[in-house]
């Protein structure tokens, strides 16, 4: 049975650097699956962040690249966000999620594992 699992810090200040990692078991980070960040900001709907595929290869959501990496520790089967400059407006349930194919929209039926969801509050 894969199992995603996300862990962080719950509650971050403006302007500091968000970061997450999704610790997988059950399936290897680096065998198959693209590997994907994904957040639901309250009252909205779910946003692709980035991927890092089973290569190493990094994929990022133009309009987030600029704050946004993606790495990995394959001797754990993590993978990991970092998310710079924060502001209120990323204040979002942030999920890690696993599919075949690369998947740049946020739609839960294209994606074959998800994690539970860890809440990030951005502020002061």
């Known amino acids: 049975q894969v199992q995603l699992q996300e862990s962080g810090p719950g509650l971050v200040k403006p302007s500091q650097t968000l970061s997450l990692t999704c610790t997988v078991s059950?399936?290897?980070?680096?065998?198959?699956?693209?590997w994907s960040w994904i957040r639901q900001p309250p009252g909205k709907g779910l946003e692709w962040m980035g991927a890092?595929?089973?290569?190493?290869?990094?994929y990022y959501k133009p309009s987030l690249k600029t704050h946004t990496s993606i790495s990995r520790d394959t001797s754990k089967n993590q993978f990991s966000l970092q998310l710079s400059s924060v502001t209120p407006e990323d204040t979002a349930v942030y999920y890690c999620?696993?599919?075949?194919?690369?998947?740049?929209?946020?739609?839960?039926?294209?994606?074959?594992?998800w994690g539970q969801g860890t809440q990030v509050t951005v502020s002061s």
């Open positions: 890092i595929r089973y290569d190493g290869n990094i």
């Open positions: 059950g399936a290897s980070i680096t065998t198959s699956y693209y």
């Open positions: 999620a696993g599919s075949p194919n690369l998947n740049t929209v946020a739609d839960r039926g294209r994606y074959t594992y």
